[in-house]
């Protein structure tokens, strides 16, 4: 854990301004996550303008949480098949460098003269 003390940054979203505290060197970066959330908040208060502010950051919110859970569904299938890749790789490997099937590391046949 980092010993530097939070900064202090403010976001604006849906014309509030939000003081936060951030580590060091993430000013901007929640800074722009700020205007992606502001500006879904503004989508969807356009489509559902009757709607209150709570439920359009509620929609939002289900919206992100929905998208991170694909995200990491799809980074599980993809380190799923990267092990496999990568033990079939191995194993590959070891055949060619004679770890795998016992028959490296003789000496090539040669014929009789």
């Known amino acids: 854990m980092s010993s530097a003390l939070p900064v202090s940054v403010r976001v604006r979203i849906l014309d509030r301004e939000y003081p936060l505290r951030v580590a060091p060197g993430d000013e901007d970066y929640t800074v722009h ?20 502010d709570m439920t359009h950051a509620v929609l939002v919110a289900l919206e992100l949480a929905e998208e991170l859970y694909a995200a ?23 055949a060619v460098l004679g770890g795998g099937d016992g028959a490296a590391g003789t000496e090539p046949e040669t014929p009789d003269e």
Do not use: F, G, K, W
């Open 33 to 52: 996550l700020a205007a992606r959330v502001d500006e879904r908040l503004r989508r969807l208060r356009q489509q559902l303008p009757s709607q209150p």
């Open 72 to 94: 990491r569904a799809e980074t599980d299938r993809l380190r799923a098949r990267l092990e496999i890749e990568a033990a079939s790789l191995s194993e590959r490997i070891e």
